[in-house]
Structure formats: C-alpha cells, structure tokens
C-alpha cells in the first residue's frame, strides 16, 4: 500500500507538470505513454508473439502511432482523425493479408482496437489542452476519473450491497458506483467553482464542468471494467509492471483512457447548445 501510494503521489505531481507545461512537451509524453500501452495491450490481447521481440503486426501499430501523432501536432483538428484511423486499418489489414496465415483475423483486429484504444484517446488529451474555450481546464477533467474510482471503493465498501458486475467484478457494486458518480460531480463543481469565481467569470463554463464531471464519471466506471474485462478474457492479472504498486499504464489509466474523448466531445457540444 505504501508503494502504491508513493506511486500515486509521483504520478499526480509529474501529470500536473505535464498538463501545465502542455504543447510539445506535452505531446511527447503522450507519445511515450501511447507506446506504452499499446505494447500492454498487444501482450494482453495475444497480438505480441513470445517467440520474438516484435512482430510485423506490432510493427504497423507503432508506425500508425507515430503517423498519428505527426499528424495530431502537425492539424491539430479531431476532423483528421480518421486519416490516423484509416492508415492504421488499412496498415493493419495489408500486413495481416500478405502475411497469411502468419497471423489471424482476431489478432489483427485486436492490433487495430489496441491503437485505438489507447494511443488515439489518449491523444485527445493534447486537443483539449490546446482548446480556445477553456481547454485548459477541461483537460484536467478526465483524471478526476481517479476521484470517482476512490469514492466509489470507499462508498461501496460502506454501504455496497448489490453488485454491479458479478461476473466481471465481484467487488463492485451499485451502491459504490453512485457515489463514485456523485464524489466526481463534487469535486468536479468546487474546482469549476474555484476556477469560476477565481479566473472565468462565465456561467456557461460552470454548467459545462459539473456536466463533464457527471457523464465522465459514468463512463470512467465502464472504462475500468472494459480493462479488467479483458484482463479476464486473457487471465492476466496486470497489464504491466512500470508502475510500482499499480501494475501499468493501463491498469492505472483504465478509467482515464475512457474518459478522454468523452469530455472533449461533450465540451464541443454543449458550448454549441448553451
């Protein structure tokens, strides 16, 4: 527990250096975080062949996340995205057809969902940061994803009495879920209001962070089961090891990945409508 939370402390303090500093720097960290996870992903999903360092899967998916990147920095525009995903399928497809039956059809496919799962959504993180209304701030919105995972462990093992997921998480459960929900939205409105009364005097940006909070915690929840519902599909207990205490990047960022484009989205939407 002590290296856990030395680990959190870490993480936290290096995030908010990150966050601040933002631009390419920003970018860079993504970039070697995405690596990451991928590598995590594929390992877990059986895409990685033990018998080899890479295979000419993987390969594809480290180049499409290099091209994806690239171009992230270079348009800086969510509309070019599917370029990214695009190049990535038809990369993915390509090495899959040519090198048949090196590899399967569900390998293949399962490459393709581990760039987009992690690397691409984890990129929004830099489009949020780089937004014109309050992208700043929003950015910081996804990792209250972890407010939401505490209140509803501590919530649950408090008052929790139905299950959410029996099958995939026996811990979870109703009870726990609702006050994840709810200790986000707290949090979230006392930082909105902070930032509201301190810096943006705008209504319209404090109706749109409790709004974020909620929808976010909600789909944070569903993030951190997907991750441990696949980790149970391959019997594999963590994705990684690089986090002392956590296991890796994806374990620790299950719930934030989710969260990601789900707050840039529903920011852009809202900001049209109120």
């Known amino acids: 527990m002590k290296t856990r939370v030395i680990s959190g402390i870490v993480i936290a303090i290096g995030l908010a250096a990150v966050l601040i500093s933002g631009g390419y720097f920003l970018a860079g960290v993504l970039f070697a975080v995405s690596l990451v996870s991928y590598n995590e992903l594929t390992k877990a999903t059986g895409v990685h062949d033990s018998e080899k360092k890479y295979n000419s899967l993987e390969i594809c998916g480290y180049i499409s996340i290099v091209v994806h990147y690239l171009q992230m920095i270079v348009l800086r525009d969510y509309r070019y995205y599917i370029f990214s995903l695009m190049f990535a399928f038809f990369l993915i497809m390509a090495c899959y057809v040519l090198t048949f039956p090196r590899f399967t059809s569900t390998k293949a496919m399962s490459a393709f969902f581990s760039f987009v799962y992690a690397p691409v959504n984890m990129s929004f993180v830099f489009l949020l940061r780089i937004r014109s209304d309050y992208g700043w701030i929003f950015a910081w919105v996804p990792f209250i994803a972890w407010v939401s995972d505490t209140c509803a462990y501590f919530v649950g093992r408090a008052f929790g009495k139905h299950k959410l997921a029996p099958v995939l998480s026996p811990k979870k459960t109703i009870e726990g879920a609702v006050g994840g929900v709810l200790g986000s939205v707290i949090v979230g409105f006392i930082i909105g209001y902070v930032v509201y009364i301190q810096k943006i005097h705008d209504i319209k940006f404090l109706v749109v962070m409790i709004i974020i909070t909620f929808v976010g915690s909600i789909i944070g929840q569903l993030g951190d089961l997907l991750a441990s519902g696949i980790k149970r599909d391959?019997?594999?207990?963590?994705?990684?090891?690089?986090?002392?205490?956590?296991?890796?990047?994806?374990?620790?960022?299950?719930?934030?990945?989710?969260?990601?484009?789900c707050v840039y989205f529903l920011a852009a939407v809202l900001y049209r409508l109120l």
């Open 234 to 261: 391959h019997n594999i207990k963590d994705y990684g090891n690089v986090i002392p205490g956590h296991g890796g990047i994806m374990d620790r960022f299950d719930s934030v990945i989710f969260v990601i484009p």
